[in-house]
């Protein structure tokens, strides 16, 4: 078990910021901000980000601003930015009134940047893409200065306000930082800060045909918010240089960027570009597809804000790369709906079960408990009758050795109920079985006096009569391979989607409590796992995903895959 989060050392961020705090660097300030770029849906490793940046301003009582990166409109939109809020707000964070989006800054953005150019910091360039790359040299040899490079001031001044009313076609010339063609850092080889597009924009429409560059925004919306700890991921770490370079060359309050490494999982694609193929391509229904890594997704698949909370908490913050197995994320689930989510009986793959000996009118209330792990959540009843439908798969006519289901002539227990012994077993002219005709030990169950006796085998059920008819849908790893992006060459990683990452089980029987079950509504099925009521569920077509079963079947798997090769080594 993990500490709680407060006895718990600092992560090396805290450290930092803490440190900061001792010497007074920004006068006791602590300010963060999370800055997704609206142009997909949240996911897990966003959680990582915003479990970040708001929990160390929660830590150290300071606050922590939502602002959208909204400089590139091909491919942001407004159902992004809702999506965003709701997911945030999902895993219990507030931004309060501080809710910023960059292009609320593009007119300041302009002005620093003919400030730049004033200062002969930035010019206007001609070349084309490709010869711009082709002029940027590589990490061995420095690149070529642009001819356009030593244009007199006047001349950039008048060129980039004629960019800016729309007189140059897309594409046709861009605004550059004077900096260093020579760096080691190929990003401070005069990197674009503007860059002509005529697209609306999802906020300010057509009012802008010149957009800022990610770098030549970032740091200067941090200055412009006061943030004290601008935090991001590992691969912005050669861009601090360009960061502290923009800050310094405008003279503007400087904010600390620090970086961390980013969220991997196992068998589990988080990049927002093949997040939204994926969604596309129909690989998925959707964003929210219950295989989807992101938050909608995960929510709907039955996964708690807390665990995802407590999955960030526990994998921790490094500085070093690393990839987390995935099963790290389900057991965090498993953990907090073992503590809340109520018991129930379903039965996923019915067989019809006739307690040959009940009479045929009778129906018996049963007592069962709604949640071993907290006895406040009371019991419920559950109806017995002499028709039962209990798991395919929980009777086996020529089982294994260690079979302590039900098998001919075997007794196992009904949960909450009776022992029952299997008589005979009833076949159509195919040999498929249709009916396990079973007897009772009427002394057997809760409050008779043989209510002690054991049987190796207890088995989940439902009162044929009684049961509620489901759709439930199973998943699995929506990739095969363990890391879906390491794929050779010619081999894309879509050819490494599970084929069979859903399974749609349509004739499920479920205990009548679940009536007036509701979408979001989780339980735990006995036996089986946990599993959430789906919003697409109907009063009269329940539908419920399973969110994970109860036992990590894929480490067992593995576990017996690993000792099966160990012992075909010969020797
Ligand atoms: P992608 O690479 O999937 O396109 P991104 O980093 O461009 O993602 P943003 O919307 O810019 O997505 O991300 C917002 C914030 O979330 C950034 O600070 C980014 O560093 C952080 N973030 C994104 N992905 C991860 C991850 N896998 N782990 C931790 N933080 C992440
Ligand atoms: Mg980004």
Known sequence: ????????????????????????????????????????????????????????????????????????????????????????????????????????????????????????????????????????????????????????TAENQDLFARMRTGEFPTGSRTLRAKIDMASPNLNLRDPVMYRILHTEHHRTGTQWCIYPTYDFTHGQSDS?????????????ENHRPLYDWYCQSLQIYHPQQIEFARLNLTYTVLSKRRLLELVAQNHVSGWDDPRMPTLSGLRRRGFTANSIRQFCDTIGIAKATSTIDVGVLENCVREDLNKTASRVMAVQRPVKLVLIDYPEDQVEMLQAVNNPENPEAGSREVPLSRELYIE????????????????????????????????????????????????????????????????KGTLHWVSANHCLQAEVRLYDRLFLKEDPSDVADGENYLDHLNPESLQTLSDCRIEPSLTQAQPGDRFQFERLGYYCVDRESQPDHLVLNRTVSLRDSWAKLQKSQRQGKKKAKPG
């Open 392 to 455: 395919r798969d929980d009777f086996h006519e020529n089982p294994p050795g260690k079979f302590f289901r039900l098998k001919p002539g075997g007794e196992v227990r009904l949960r909450y109920a009776y022992i029952i012994r299997c008589e005979e077993v009833i076949k159509d002219d195919e040999g498929n079985i249709l009916e396990l005709h079973c007897t009772h030990d009427a002394d057997s169950r809760s409050g008779m006096p043989g209510a002690g006796r054991r049987v």
């Open 1 to 152: 078990m993990n500490a709680p989060e407060s006895e718990r050392s600092l992560n090396f961020v805290e450290q930092i910021v803490q440190g900061d705090q001792e010497t007074n660097k920004w006068e006791g300030r602590v300010h963060t901000r999370f800055p997704p770029e609206p142009n997909g849906y949240l996911h897990i490793g966003h959680a990582k980000s915003i479990c970040l940046n708001f929990g160390v301003a929660e830590k150290f009582g300071g606050s922590c601003n939502l602002r959208f990166d909204d400089t590139n409109p091909a491919k942001e939109e407004v159902e992004y930015v809702e999506s965003i809020k709701e997911d945030i707000r999902w895993l219990g964070f507030d931004w309060q009134d501080r809710e910023y989006f960059a292009s609320d800054y593009f007119e300041q953005l302009y002005q620093w940047a003919c400030q730049l150019i004033a200062a002969d910091l930035a010019y206007v360039c001609e070349l084309t893409p490709d010869e711009m790359r082709a002029h940027r040299g590589t990490l061995t040899e420095p690149g070529i200065a642009s001819p356009y490079r030593d244009r007199p």
């Open 224 to 236: 412009i918010e006061k943030i004290t700890h601008s935090i991001c991921t590992l691969e912005f």
